[in-house]
């Protein structure tokens, strides 16, 4: 016979599920999406900090528009089947770039001089021998536009060269006897993809008459 006044005591222990927490960075720049995974136990301590990893964004040229996490360790919760899902959202911080802007405001120097153009007309007087010389002139056009850089990609996008503009007349210093060739350099318009000119006047011995008298 058995005894049925004996108590039956039984132990049951819950073992704590497993968790997954999906973190999605989000370049609402370029639209591209990092996720990283986490796995852990139900009401656990994750131990991870979305601002770690934002931070390395921020320090790579990054501007922060969204943190699920609000900045929060992450823990895990009791959903199982049903992943924890947070999502941050990055976007690229860009710059204006200017011609004034210092070199060490820009990546490197040939950006900045992407940014200033100069078209240059250069007048060379060539005087006969034992006559005076005449200075040069030089005469220039400066151009200028303006420039979006992308601090993560490095990528520049270049606006528009201003507008055209002239280069003024010139009128060759007289000697006497002496013919200037050309007698003026005329006035120019020159735009940023207007080529440099070298112009050379040179001067010719104008011809005399002599007045012969006969006594």
Known sequence: TFNTDLDIKRTINYIAEQQVIVLKFVDKTSHITRTKTLHGST???SGYYATDTIDQFLNHGYDLLKDDTNGQ???YDD???QNQVYTIELKHKI???TPDDSYNDIKNRDEHDNLIHIVK???IFRTPSLLPNIDPISQSAEFTRDAILDLV???VEYGDWSDSTTLEEVIPDK???YKPTPEKVPEIK???NSKNQTIHVGYTAEPKKIKVIYY
Do not use: A, M, P
Request: no cysteine; net charge positive.
């Open 153 to 155: 990609t490095g990528h």
């Open 175 to 177: 000697i006497k006897g």
């Open 95 to 97: 710059k204006r770039l």
């Open 79 to 81: 959903q199982t089947g």
């Open 43 to 45: 009401n656990k301590h």
């Open 73 to 75: 360790e992450l823990i």
């Open 190 to 192: 020159v735009s940023y």
């Open 121 to 123: 007309r250069d007048i």
